[in-house]
């Protein structure tokens, strides 16, 4: 499974922003795609998740009610739409693709600045 992100950038505290991901390869052994963020000294931590079947959703505690993640499956491709944004969003984004073997694909990072 490769992973291509998009969408990255500078926004303003309180703007919005919006990440695409497009996956290619075998995404029948996919069972989820998400986001995860990573700042330096910092571990990855959950952004957003999709699960492929059925389209359930999962977001990382400070980003509910503020970011929306959704799927395009004709296109193999995840969205995530930021709101609200807080300079504490400032982050290198990672789209993640996870299958029930345990195996996790990573995309690229993209670079997310929100100043104050």
């Known amino acids: 499974v490769q992973l291509q992100a998009s969408g990255g950038g500078v926004a303003q505290a309180g703007g919005s922003l919006r990440l695409s991901c497009a996956a290619s390869g075998n995404m029948f052994i996919v069972s989820y795609m998400g986001w995860y963020r990573q700042t330096p000294g910092q571990q990855r931590e959950l952004v957003a998740a999709?699960?492929?079947?059925?389209?359930?959703?999962e977001y990382g505690y400070s980003m509910k009610g503020r970011f929306t993640i959704s799927r395009d499956n004709a296109k193999n491709t995840i969205y995530l739409e930021m709101n609200s944004l807080k300079p504490e969003d400032t982050a290198v984004y990672y789209c993640?693709?996870?299958?029930?073997?345990?195996?996790?694909?990573w995309g690229q990072g993209t670079l997310v600045t929100v100043s104050s």
């Open positions: 999709i699960y492929m079947d059925g389209g359930s959703t």
């Open positions: 993640n693709a996870y299958t029930p073997f345990n195996e996790d694909y």
